[in-house]
């Protein structure tokens, strides 16, 4: 199975926007059965809230297809977020003002899964009327 390493996850604020421009790199590297099968893998990036009971999904930064390659694949995704989407421990503000403002904890997840060509299937409008022999 290909090796995901370096992960790092920028988080960098946007001149007078609600938003963050969220950056997330990464090395990818094949083995040599995937390289010379030129294996196909689904790629997803996703932005997630650490918490001590359960951790939760934030945001996909990138959600894409990937070709086995020889030698390190280097990705990365970038992404406009936000603050509502990255404030992921809620913070109190009342009439406007922030009263409580709780540390927020994120971290990027990188997930590959090997492409499986699923069936398509589609379905016609449907039509009513009498067709059995008493018609």
């Known amino acids: 199975?290909?090796?995901i390493s370096n992960v790092s996850l920028?988080?960098?604020?946007?001149?007078?926007?609600?938003?963050?421009?969220?950056?997330v790199s990464y090395s990818l590297r094949f083995n040599p059965r995937e390289e010379a099968a030129g294996s196909v893998f689904e790629e997803n990036v996703v932005l997630r809230g650490?918490?001590?009971i359960f951790d939760d999904d934030r945001a996909?930064?990138?959600?894409?297809?990937?070709?086995?390659?020889?030698?390190?694949l280097n990705r990365s995704f970038t992404k406009q977020v936000s603050q509502n989407r990255l404030d992921e421990d809620g913070d109190t503000i009342i009439f406007g003002v922030p009263v409580l403002t709780l540390k927020d904890e994120l971290y990027a997840r990188v997930t590959l899964k090997?492409?499986?060509?699923?069936?398509?299937?589609?379905?016609?409008?449907?039509v009513s009327g009498q067709f059995g022999p008493g018609a």
């Open 1 to 3: 199975m290909a090796t």
């Open 10 to 23: 920028k988080i960098d604020p946007i001149a007078s926007n609600k938003r963050r421009k969220v950056t």
């Open 50 to 52: 650490d918490d001590p």
């Open 60 to 72: 996909v930064i990138a959600a894409s297809f990937v070709k086995a390659v020889p030698g390190t």
């Open 114 to 126: 090997p492409f499986a060509p699923r069936p398509a299937q589609a379905d016609s409008n449907l």
